[in-house]
């Protein structure tokens, strides 16, 4: 049996480019090699979105999101998380093996508290549980299919340690039961700078987005951040944010020809954020058609998302009894 890759993706909304560079591309790479696994935290979300029409829609986004992309329901496999009963029992259970003083190290935490203590209020002010034992969840969201390799970005290593400490904990205990998994993170493409020329994000407002309409596509790469210097100037391409971008989505031939154009000079930035934008047009209008097709059918979705529930259960549901066994609750 193929080694089980699976990566979460939380339902925070329409994707840019730097998640596809970052995640959602070599997350969906992996299929070729792994029995990939794909899931929307919805109940993580929960921890902070409350209004039910917004959860439902941003989980929706998030599957339509993987389908447009090329994921193949009948391979990869994607669900969401609420539709996993056993991930919950599984949470509980991994709660018994979690040291508190882990959780109050956890950064998302952490953040928090240190923010209350920093504006004089009481340390754990707005707080919920929820969103302190978040790490036990998503190591149940892993353990539970006795995952291999979890592609993540760098905010979540800690979350990866974590559930490797309480997997081990729980396996000292028990035996062999659990799988550890190990993280796996691809730095070379966590760098993707926003039009800003820091890291792309939607909390710095600086992103280029994948599935909105190419007006919408066009107004940021045009407002990417560059030097002054003049056509005729030499440049250095490593320096430069359109070719930050550039240089993963032309082809190689294209990347070598336009680094020499930097270098001797010629090169002029309208014209480069013209080239970038047909770039981008040409790998996405395919993708964000499907995208708005599956956003208009969300019966399509639903139906995607319960038939890969159930093939994710059945991976769960012998974990689940051998944890079961384990600890004693069943024979
Ligand atoms: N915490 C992850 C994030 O913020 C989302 C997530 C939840 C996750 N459970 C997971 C990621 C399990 C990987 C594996 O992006």
Known sequence: MKQIALTGLKPSGAPHIGNYLGMLKPSLELAEKFQALYFIPDYHALTTVRDRKQLADLTYQAAATWVALGLNPDEGIIYRQSDIPEVFELAWVLSCFTAKGLLNRAHAYKTIV????????????????????????????????????????????????ITRDV??????????????????????????PGIDGRKMSKSYNNVIPIFAPPDQVLKPVKRIVTDSKRPEDPKDPEECNIFAIYRHFADADAVAAKRQLYLDGGLAYGAMKQE????????????????????????????????GAEKARAIAAPIMVQVRKAVGVST
């Open 114 to 161: 240190d923010d209350n203590i920093a504006a004089g209020r009481e340390d754990d002010k707005n707080i919920n549980i929820g969103l302190f034992t978040y790490p036990v969840l998503m190591a149940a969201d892993i353990l539970l299919f006795g995952t291999h390799f979890v592609p993540v970005g760098l905010d979540q290593q800690q979350h990866l340690e």
């Open 167 to 192: 997997a081990l904990t729980f396996n000292k205990n028990y035996g062999d039961v659990l799988t550890i998994p190990e993280a796996v993170i691809r730095k070379e493409v966590m760098t993707i």
């Open 276 to 307: 970038l934008f047909e770039l981008l047009e040409a790998a996405f209008t395919d993708k964000r058609d499907r995208y708005n097709v599956l956003m208009n059918n969300t019966d399509e979705l639903d139906r995607i998302l319960e038939t």
